[in-house]
């Protein structure tokens, strides 16, 4: 006779107890009635806060009616799964409650000077009781910017990825390979003192007659400091992606390494590489210290990277923001609602591309 | 056998002629002239080794392009150090432990103190309030959410990484500051016995209101590294607590965060330092005073990175000295965190990729 067609006295075999018992979900909604309610009547009662405090405190109690009913009747270890879950739900919807703020807040606010006027003058000749005047130097200040910036920092980032990939070997690759996650994480304001000491205050006079000078080609600079650790990890990231026959069957046809990187290797991994080149594009725009310290923003227009002033729509949104005219919020507003739009653009642009690309992990 | 001579017996064979690289022909069996050529024996046909050849120069390039990074590092530290230390010598206080910041006067006086207490009080509280939200999202996002649900919220999240500080920072003080100045107003009133909770007022541009800005500036990125960490969890790790009878939680507390933890430290670590580097967010959201105090709802606060947003504009040659001396300051804090954390990470890569 088997164990399992031994009687055990008192036990009646019926699915209720072969199963696990479940809280049903109307207890489920009782507790969370009865959380809010009792948490209404405390703090109406006492007077100790409005609404928030009550949503607040109504979740603490129903995540302990909850864990005190389950217990009861599923066990402590399911009780203990449902509140886990419980919390990391509520995170959840506590992340997203600011996240959507910024965004309403941002696209409301923003909407008031959306008009032709914003896009197509400057800040020249605009007093505090002016209404009009609108980003167009700034944004052309951008454009230049990270136009240069990129310039600099893509044929350096990927040629470094290279060495990283192809070539680097041993001890002065790793430490290479190092330090270029550490210089992700470099401030950018440090990024922007060092272009400050560097390129402002000891380079920039040979070109000026002796006395520094800001400019927006010092902003690129600085900007370029950042892009570059990204570029490398991205590129490096899609490099390494690229299958290793592809390279051999280049190698088996006679073609040389610099050939076979150039003509077989960058071209597999290019959708990769531009995706890392707008993510970290997509970064730099949205700067602003570095810019402040050595670009000094301006009011006109400056076409010229090399010379001057340089005003970008990060740097205009911070000066807006602590300007005294009343009409200043708008503008800041509306600015960071261009900066948002181009930056998300980018970001959205690589991240479809990145999709499309054929080489993934 | 012995009826044919061998190819290599004919020295001609294979002597193409194609360049001047082939200069000798198979199976000459002429030992090089010196050690840098390879031993020309049979494959003597090869084209040899040019002592100059693009293929050189594009190593030596991408080399160098390489090496650009050390030396980034390097002149960052030295041009900072440059600048620094005439404004640090004409200092009349003691650069590390005084809190006043004066340095455009006659006498200029200036001091670290109160501006790094400033900058790790507002990161750690950051850190504290988002740390546990950022893990609770990336659990959801790698095992509770279903995959419809996961993936574009996953995007949302980095989408949100990419939206730039000064954002923040302009809705943490048109904004953001009314709630929180509500908030402190009724902690002061209920909770003013505990001294980070106490004082006078005026409440709300305080460090609490920076802090809260940098938690959710942080969130994104401690939520994304560690949702790649926790995805990367063996499944069989997984299903082995689920068929020894794990709840889910128990299966989350027992395979999925032992195995991420030293990933969650380094992902807590990178969120510090972005923190502690932030500028704009915490110049437009803090009150900006020069003291060391623990008190968390009174307007006031600074950092190391929003002084030098604040005073930049109206410093003299001994005032920008001494913002590159606090940013000197700030570059190495950031560099031990960073250095810090990836040293964590790679010590865990080398161990999995062992362990694989």
New interface residues.
């Given amino acids: 006779m088997s164990v399992l067609e031994q009687e055990v006295p008192g036990v009646v075999m019926t699915p209720d107890n072969i199963r696990t018992r479940k809280l049903p979900p109307a207890v489920n909604l009782g507790v969370a009635v009865a959380a809010l309610v009792v948490a209404a009547a405390l703090v109406l009662g006492l007077g100790?806060?409005n609404w928030v405090?009550v949503i607040v405190l109504g979740a603490a109690f129903y995540l302990g009616g909850l864990f005190f009913a389950a217990g009861r009747v599923e066990g402590v270890?399911?009780a203990?799964?449902r509140t886990?879950?419980s919390?990391?739900?509520?995170?959840?919807v506590?992340?997203v409650l600011?996240?959507a703020?910024?965004v309403w807040?941002?696209v409301s606010?923003g909407a008031s000077r959306l008009d032709g006027d914003f896009f197509g003058t400057s800040m020249n000749n605009i007093s505090a009781r002016d209404p009009m005047g609108g980003a167009y130097h700034a944004i052309i200040g951008t454009l230049e910017q990270v136009g240069i910036a990129a310039l600099m920092a893509v044929?350096?980032?990927v040629?470094?990825a290279?060495?990283?990939v192809?070539?680097?070997k041993g001890r002065f690759?790793a430490?290479?390979r190092?330090?270029?996650?550490?210089?992700?994480?470099?401030?950018?304001?440090?990024?922007g003192?060092?272009i400050?000491?560097?390129w402002v205050?000891?380079v920039s006079p040979y070109f000026n007659d002796g006395r520094p000078q800001f400019s927006g080609f010092a902003a690129a600079l600085a900007l370029a400091?950042l892009m570059?650790?990204t570029i490398?990890r991205s590129t490096e990231e899609m490099l390494r992606l690229v299958p290793g026959p592809l390279r051999e069957g280049s190698y088996a046809l006679g073609v040389?390494?610099?050939?076979t990187?150039l003509k077989v290797v960058l071209p597999t991994a290019l959708p990769g590489i531009v995706t890392g080149v707008m993510?970290s594009i997509?970064?730099a725009?949205?700067?602003?210290?570095p810019v402040?310290?050595v670009a000094g923003g301006a009011a006109a227009i400056n076409f010229d990277p090399f010379a001057g002033n340089q005003q970008s729509l990060?740097l205009f949104?911070?000066q807006q923001?602590g300007d005294a005219s009343k009409y200043a919020?708008a503008r800041?507003?509306t600015a960071?609602l261009t900066?948002?739009v181009l930056?998300?653009a980018l970001?959205?642009a690589a991240?479809l591309l990145a999709r499309r690309n054929k080489l993934s992990r | 056998m012995g009826d044919y001579p061998s190819r290599s017996d004919n020295a001609t064979a294979g002597d193409l002629g194609v360049t001047s690289r082939h200069a000798q022909g198979a199976g000459a069996g002429v030992y090089p002239s010196s050690n840098d050529e390879p031993p020309v024996g049979g494959g003597g046909a090869l084209p040899k080794k040019a002592r100059f050849?693009?293929?050189t120069a594009?190593?030596a390039?991408?080399?160098?392009?390489?090496?650009?990074?050390?030396v980034?590092?390097v002149?960052?530290a030295a041009?900072?150090v440059?600048?620094a230390v005439p404004a640090l010598q004409k200092n009349n206080g003691n650069f590390l432990t005084e809190t006043t910041w004066f340095p455009n006067d006659a006498e200029p006086v200036f001091g670290i103190a109160a501006l790094a207490f400033g900058t790790v009080l507002s990161s750690l509280l950051a850190l504290l309030i988002s740390v546990?939200?950022?893990l609770?999202?990336a659990?959801?996002l790698s095992h509770?959410a279903p995959k419809r649900l996961a993936t574009p919220l996953g995007?949302v999240i980095?989408?949100?990484a990419?939206?730039?500080?000064?954002?923040?920072?302009?809705?943490g003080?048109?904004?953001?500051q009314q709630p929180v100045r509500d908030f402190s107003i009724?902690l002061n009133e209920?909770f003013g016995w505990l001294p980070i909770f106490g004082g006078e007022g005026p409440f709300g541009q305080s460090i609490m209101l920076g802090a809260l800005v940098l938690a959710?500036m942080v969130?994104p990125i401690v939520t994304s590294l560690s949702r790649e960490v926790f995805q990367q969890t063996p499944g069989m790790n997984e299903e082995a607590a689920l068929a020894l009878g794990a709840?889910?939680?128990?299966m989350?507390r027992t395979a999925v965060l032992p195995y991420g933890k030293p990933g969650v430290i380094a992902a807590v670590m990178?969120g510090l330092?972005?923190a502690?580097?932030?500028?704009?967010a915490l110049?437009?959201t803090l009150g900006i005073t020069f003291d060391i105090s623990f008190n968390l709802i009174q307007n006031g606060g600074n950092s190391i990175?929003a002084n030098?947003?604040n005073s930049?504009a109206e410093a003299n040659a001994t005032g920008?000295g001494a913002?590159?001396a606090s940013?000197l300051v700030?570059?190495a804090i950031?560099?031990v965190?960073?250095?810090t954390?990836?040293a964590i990470?790679?010590r865990r890569r080398e161990f999995r990729d062992s362990a694989a």
Avoid: H
């Avoid at chain 1, 919390?87 to 959840?92: G, K, T």
């Avoid at chain 1, 190092?178 to 990024?191: L, N, R």
């Avoid at chain 1, 040389?256 to 050939?259: A, F, G, L, V, Y």
């Avoid at chain 2, 709840?247 to 128990?250: H, P, V």
């Fill in positions: 100790i806060g405090l270890r399911a203990r799964n886990m879950k919390l990391i739900y509520a995170a959840c506590l992340a600011p996240l703020s910024v807040t941002l606010k044929p350096l980032g040629l470094g290279i060495y990283l192809e070539y680097g690759a430490t290479v190092f330090f270029v996650d550490v210089m992700t994480g470099i401030p950018s304001i440090v990024a003192l060092f400050l000491s560097f205050l000891i400091v570059l650790p490398v040389p390494q610099w050939k990187i993510l997509a970064r725009a949205g700067e602003t210290a402040m310290l990060a949104v911070y923001a919020p800041a507003w960071a900066l948002v930056v998300l970001t959205i991240k | 050849s693009v293929e594009f190593r390039l991408s080399t160098a392009a390489g090496a650009m990074v050390l980034i590092i002149a960052i041009f900072l440059s600048k546990p939200i950022a609770a999202i659990l959801f509770y995007f980095d989408l949100l990419a939206v730039p500080s000064v954002v923040f920072g302009l809705w003080r048109d904004y953001f009724w209920y959710i969130l709840t889910r939680w128990e989350i990178l330092g972005r502690l580097g932030e500028t704009i110049a437009l990175a030098i947003a930049f920008r913002l590159i940013g700030l570059f950031t560099l965190v960073n250095m954390a990836r990470i790679y």
